[in-house]
């Protein structure tokens, strides 16, 4: 394009140049001075037209270009077709405006894929990431940050504390140096938020732990160490002052010496029941306690553990009243579960009111076969109802050492059932009482181990 506008002001040049040496003759020879001018006015019409329509065929070129530009940058995938002959400038032009538009495009597809990978790798992350500008505006906010503020929308440009209002959300975003802080949000009663500085930007980066489990399980292990000292520094000392007291001389009158001998054999029985449960939650946790499911019929098991609390049920006058349906099964071991229904009927009857009555049923349920057992106690607390299968804990802990308890049996119970692919849990038995409940698979086959 460019060459044929040079081509073009070239004849120009070369018709001027003529129009010039007609114009120089006619000066030398006045009769022909009038034609002369003449010729000079006709080529001085034709030079401008030829201007203009250069100037015309140039403006159109470049509009086109104009245009192809435009279509470019709304499209990167696009392309300006070359419009010239080789080593035309137009020409060269659009060859470089298509290189810089392969080279945006690339651009564009590489911010595109790590974009894409950014994304799924905090959507994949258990911790909560938020991303948010100077102005404390949403540029980032991944699905688990979304579960622990109780969002379900994507809040993208929004400001952040249309979401969440804690103040020490914000402290950490204001302040100048990264740090840390636990406070609670919408949807977690306690988590963990570290702040940093995006890089290359202003605004900042939080990431979002849940700790409410951690920190419970740090409460529970503190709990069980101050437990467990106490349950064993109660019967220790109580052999250790027993056995001083008769070597000081006591073991001379019989009368003293009977009940201090008395009292070191039940505390070192209560030693041994402490530290064999410790053992079998040990075993428990450890995954070394052997489990062999098979299918059980459960009325069989229950009377067979019925056995093991008649003595306990007669002296406290408690009726024991059994309705389960024949041929019901669950898959279980057979021992593991003869163990969960002993403790289970035998805290009926033990925390029961004398004189009163535990009932053990079982049915089908839709997902398996529920065991329940009833009492007309005085219940347990709300407060309490959620932690009587920690170590140790005790509703009443008064009573709960009075009947003999470890504080460890219902622990193992869990434990247990847990083990077996089932839920345990506890209800409140109105008006009085409460209902230890199991769920267990139902058995398709007596007798098949698996």
């Known amino acids: 394009m460019i060459q044929r506008v040079r081509l073009r002001l070239l004849g120009l040049a070369l018709l001027v140049s003529i129009l010039a040496g007609a114009l120089a003759t006619a000066v030398m020879r006045p009769q022909l001075a009038s034609d002369a001018l003449s010729i000079a006015a006709v080529a001085f019409a034709v030079s401008i037209f030829i201007g203009w329509v250069v100037a015309v ?8 270009v104009a245009r192809s530009m435009r279509d470019v940058v709304r499209d990167p995938s696009r392309r300006i077709a070359p419009d010239g002959a080789t080593g035309d400038e137009l020409r060269e032009l659009t060859e470089w405006i298509n290189f810089l538009a392969d080279d945006a495009d690339k651009s564009h597809r ?109 409460t529970v292990r503190r709990d069980f160490v101050a437990n467990v000292s106490h349950e064993l520094r109660t019967p220790v000392a109580v052999i250790r002052a027993n056995a001083e007291t008769l070597m000081a001389g006591a073991k001379d009158d019989p009368a003293i ?60 006058n408690v009726t024991v009243r059994v309705d389960i349906p024949e041929g019901l099964a669950v898959r279980a071991d057979p021992k593991a579960l003869d163990h969960i229904l002993v403790n289970l009927i035998d805290n009926g009857v033990k925390y029961g009111r004398p004189d009163g009555n535990v009932w053990v049923e079982a049915r089908l349920a839709s997902d398996g076969v529920r065991i329940e057992v009833r009492d007309d106690g005085p219940g347990i607390a709300d407060q309490h109802r959620t932690r009587v299968f920690e170590r140790f804990y005790r509703a009443d802990p008064s009573r709960s050492r009075e009947a003999g308890g470890t504080g460890l049996g219902l622990s193992i119970v869990k434990h247990l059932v847990e083990s077996m692919d089932g839920e345990v849990g506890v209800e409140p038995n109105l008006p009085h009482g409460s209902i230890f409940w199991l769920r267990l698979p139902r058995a398709s086959n007596m007798g098949t181990s698996s």
């Open 257 to 316: 010496a009977g009940r201090l001998i008395d009292g070191l054999h039940r505390n070192a029985e209560r030693l041994a029941r402490i530290l064999a449960d410790l053992l079998d939650l040990s075993r428990l946790d450890a995954g070394q306690y052997r489990l062999e499911l098979a299918g059980v019929a459960v009325r069989p098991v229950i009377e067979q553990s019925l056995s093991a609390v008649e003595p306990q049920a007669a002296q406290r």
């Open 110 to 218: 590489a911010l595109a894929r790590e974009r894409m990978l950014l994304a799924a790798v905090a959507d994949g992350s258990t911790q909560g990431v938020i991303a948010v500008d100077s102005e404390h505006r949403i540029e980032l906010l991944n699905d688990a940050a979304r579960k622990m503020l109780g969002v379900t929308s994507s809040p993208v440009g929004e400001p952040l504390i249309d979401f969440v209002r804690v103040p020490e959300l914000f402290d950490l975003l204001d302040s100048d140096v990264a740090a840390t802080a636990e406070v609670s949000l919408p949807n977690t009663p306690r988590a963990l938020i570290r702040t940093a500085r995006k890089w290359g930007g202003d605004g900042r980066v939080l990431l979002l732990e849940d700790v409410t489990t951690m920190r419970r399980l740090e």
């Open 57 to 64: 065929t140039l403006r159109g070129a470049i509009r086109r």
